[in-house]
C-alpha cells in the first residue's frame, strides 16, 4: 500500500515556471517507476513524464525540452519542473508509482490521489 500527495501547483503566466512534488509513504520494498499524469478539462488522463529507479526517463512529446523529472529515493519523492508554461499544461497534475512489497514479489500500481492543480493564464 502507498499512499501519494502531490504539491506545487498553482497560477502562473505564459512562460513562468513551477516544480511539482510528490510525496510517497506507506508500506513497500522498493519503487520502481516513478510518473506524472495530467488531466486538462474535458480530457483523457495523459502520461507526461516517467523515470526508472536508475534514472532513466521518458515525456509526452507535448512536454519535451520544457520538463524535467526527478527522483529522490532516499525521501521517497518525485518531482516535476515545468518550465515556459503554456495554457495548453492547464490541468490537474497527478504522480503515480509502480511499486513492490518484496524483494522478488509481484509489481502494482498506486491508486490516484487528489492531484494538485496548475493554471496557465495570463
Known amino acids: 500500500q502507498v499512499q501519494l500527495v502531490e504539491s506545487g501547483g498553482g497560477l502562473v503566466q505564459p512562460g513562468g515556471s513551477l516544480r511539482l512534488s510528490c510525496a510517497i509513504s506507506?508500506?513497500?520494498?522498493?519503487?520502481?517507476?516513478m510518473g506524472w499524469y495530467r488531466q486538462a478539462p474535458g480530457k483523457q488522463r495523459e502520461l507526461v513524464a516517467r523515470i526508472t529507479r536508475d534514472g532513466n526517463t521518458n515525456y509526452a512529446d507535448s512536454v519535451k525540452g520544457r520538463f524535467t523529472i526527478s527522483r529522490d529515493n532516499a525521501k521517497n519523492t518525485v518531482y516535476l519542473q515545468m518550465n515556459t508554461l503554456k495554457p495548453e499544461d492547464t490541468a490537474v497534475y497527478y504522480c503515480?508509482?509502480?511499486?513492490?512489497?518484496?524483494?522478488?514479489?509481484?509489481?502494482?500500481?498506486?491508486?490516484w490521489g487528489q492531484g494538485t492543480q496548475v493554471t496557465v493564464s495570463s
Open positions: 506507506g508500506t513497500f520494498f522498493s519503487i520502481n517507476i
Open positions: 503515480n508509482v509502480d511499486y513492490q512489497q518484496s524483494r522478488d514479489g509481484m509489481r502494482f500500481f498506486g491508486s
